[in-house]
């Protein structure tokens, strides 16, 4: 296995399949499945999930609402499909542990960065909620914040899109997929792989990342296995 820890980050769009908004059970399924393959290989997963599918933040504060109110509602939207997230898992048999940024004991544990490697340590998959628990950070963010306090050898962005491209491929046919590419590539072509924070965060922390389509089915363990799927960014 080409990964011994992996934080895989999956947007809160995708989990919409075909819905206009909310959440389908069938991709959740799916997705709980992709997964318990990659554990069953005794590869360690923790998970951040984003909330798009339920509330965004942003798009809440372009049309009036207050940022940081908005923010809270996109956080709260991430525990919904972490909530989602571990019941499929569960259903598949696979151990699972919720942990929110944001202290909501009735619903999860809270954040404890020790408790999540023991449940790492010990099989279980750490979901991680509420993003990074402040308002102004993306869950891509979160996600390598986790992905750095765990230890993790990779952050694994499923996207809908296969991978970085020199432009934008679902407009331009002949745009050119990069197996691998730098940092400092990706910011001096002015490629958008994640928000500036987040992108910052994981190159000073030399922590890759690798985008790739999480919806095609295989991709997830194929990628764990050392197969050349999507695009690694690295030093
Ligand atoms: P070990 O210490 O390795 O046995 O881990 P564990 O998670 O099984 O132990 P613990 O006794 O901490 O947790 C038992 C169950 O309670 C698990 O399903 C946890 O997710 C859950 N749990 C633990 N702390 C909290 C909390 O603060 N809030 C909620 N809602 N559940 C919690």
């Known amino acids: ?17 075909d819905r206009p908004y909310g959440i389908d059970p069938k991709r959740l399924a799916e997705y709980a499945k992709e997964i318990k393959e990659v554990v069953e290989k005794g590869i ?59 202290e909501i004991k009735e619903v999860a544990e809270p954040y404890i960065k020790r408790k999540a490697i023991r449940h790492l340590e010990k099989g279980r998959v750490v979901i991680f909620g509420a993003g990074t628990g402040n308002p102004y950070f993306t869950t891509d963010t979160a996600a390598v914040l986790r992905a750095i306090e765990i230890n993790a050898d990779a952050i694994l962005k499923g996207t809908r899109v296969d991978g970085v491209y ?12 990069f197996a691998t590419i730098s940092f400092k590539d990706v910011i001096s072509k002015g490629l958008k792989v994640m928000d500036m924070t987040a992108f910052t965060l994981s190159q000073e922390n030399k922590l890759p990342i690798i985008i790739f389509d999480m919806n095609k089915k295989g991709n997830l363990i194929k990628l764990v296995s050392g197969e050349k799927i999507g695009t690694i960014i690295d030093n």
């Open 166 to 177: 020199n432009s934008d491929p679902e407009k331009n046919a002949d745009a050119i997929k």
């Open 44 to 102: 360690e997963v923790a998970i951040v999930i984003g909330g798009g599918n339920i509330f965004r933040g942003v798009a809440g504060a372009s049309n009036g609402m207050d940022r940081v109110q908005g923010d809270h509602m996109g956080m709260l939207a991430t525990v919904i499909n972490g909530l989602a997230l571990q019941s499929a898992l569960e259903d598949e048999d696979v151990h699972t542990r919720l942990q929110t940024a944001l």
């Open 1 to 17: 296995m080409q990964y011994k820890r992996i934080l895989l980050k999956l947007s809160g769009e995708a989990l919409m399949g």
